[in-house]
């Protein structure tokens, strides 16, 4: 994803209406990630070694990853339900 004035251009946009819903990425996977990483929108957490810790509370960041995973797998998994 690039740069963008669109009101909604979230990096991780997880349908969950059921119970919640993951990602996971195993160890050695390339990114090139760029977005916005919104918890007032997305709902989404993160767990990973090596990404940046998304914002505590309702902060809305330009979130971005370029890299391999050297230490372990990264999950994004659902906060809360649709």
Known sequence: ???????DRELFDL???NGSS???FPIFNKFDLKGYWDKGFDEVNLQSFEMPRPPSGLNRIWFKFFGTLKA?????YSINRD
């Open 1 to 7: 994803m690039s740069l963008s004035s669109a009101p």
């Open 22 to 24: 993951f990602i996971k």
């Open 15 to 17: 349908e969950v209406d």
């Open 72 to 76: 372990g797998p990264s999950t994004i």
